[in-house]
């Protein structure tokens, strides 16, 4: 089985290279964040051409995510029990079980500055995700994929004196990981197409992708009992590449049936 996860930054802006990444790549599941359409505008009809049943999750211009699956969709949850809002709840997670696993398909708030709001809501929001992830941990294999916006650790990113007193890596956001990760996920390593780093993540100023001056912030977590079967993982760095791409790159994960 392969799945993937992919913060494609606007699925109408970038839906010929979706369909022509899904048609080469063929996952069988995929997770897509920052779509940034409303519930019924997502390109259902398109994706359907290729083998694809669509749950998605819109939120206008802003947020948005979705689960594009061959291997069925079923129990589909749009949101989490307790999840904060700001002040609403946004469009930022979507759970549906795909070919025998749980997978939900994750946008964590940006959290801008440490002294914004904003900040404060993207630890509350990852709290309640940790507490909401419970029951699907018990009850049987899980995946959560998606744009985290925390690098995990100082090798996550480029230069860490760059990043100092910045959001993304302050030690709350990261414990916040942590906490996730102590409920029985995995952190997948993707290994990196070229270079020593799996950035996920390069700003489109001033040809960061080029100098590969990234972030690790797209990250697969994964109950035991899917990370033992993983055979591969990779971030493909080919699809940051070329006219009009997202500033992010996908990650494709192959597990033993």
């Known amino acids: 089985m392969r799945f993937a996860t992919w913060n494609v930054n606007s699925v109408k802006a970038r839906l010929p290279r979706l369909l022509d990444w899904l048609a080469g790549t063929a996952p069988d599941v995929l997770c897509l964040q920052e779509t940034k359409v409303a519930d019924g505008a997502f390109p259902v009809d398109e994706v359907a051409e290729l083998g694809y049943e669509t749950a998605q999750y819109g939120q206008g211009r802003w947020n948005g995510v979705a689960i594009l699956s061959k291997a069925g969709i079923a129990d589909v949850r749009k949101g989490f029990e307790g999840e904060p809002g700001y002040p609403d709840p946004e469009a930022r997670a979507i759970s549906a079980t795909c070919g025998g696993i749980r997978f939900t398909s994750v946008y964590v708030p940006n959290g801008r500055t440490i002294d914004d709001p904003h900040y404060a809501y993207k630890l509350r929001w990852l709290a309640a995700l940790r507490a909401a992830l419970v029951p699907d941990l018990a009850a049987g294999p899980v995946v959560v994929a998606g744009d985290y916006n925390v690098a995990p650790t100082d090798a996550d990113v480029w230069d860490p004196a760059v990043f100092a007193?910045?959001?993304?890596?302050?030690?709350?956001?990261?414990?916040?990981?942590?906490?996730?990760?102590?409920?029985?996920?995995?952190?997948?390593?993707?290994?990196?197409?070229?270079?020593?780093?799996?950035?996920?993540?390069?700003?489109?100023?001033?040809?960061?992708?080029?100098?590969?001056?990234?972030?690790?912030?797209?990250?697969?977590?994964?109950?035991?009992?899917?990370?033992?079967?993983?055979?591969?993982?990779?971030?493909?760095?080919?699809?940051?590449?070329?006219?009009?791409?997202?500033?992010?790159?996908?990650?494709?994960?192959d597990i033993k049936d």
């Open 165 to 253: 007193h910045s959001t993304h890596v302050t030690p709350p956001e990261r414990a916040a990981l942590a906490e996730l990760r102590a409920l029985g996920l995995t952190d997948v390593p993707a290994r990196p197409l070229k270079g020593d780093h799996p950035f996920t993540y390069w700003d489109y100023r001033a040809g960061m992708f080029h100098m590969n001056k990234g972030m690790r912030i797209d990250l697969v977590y994964a109950s035991a009992d899917v990370a033992a079967r993983v055979e591969d993982a990779l971030v493909d760095r080919e699809a940051r590449k070329g006219k009009g791409p997202s500033d992010h790159a996908p990650i494709v994960v």
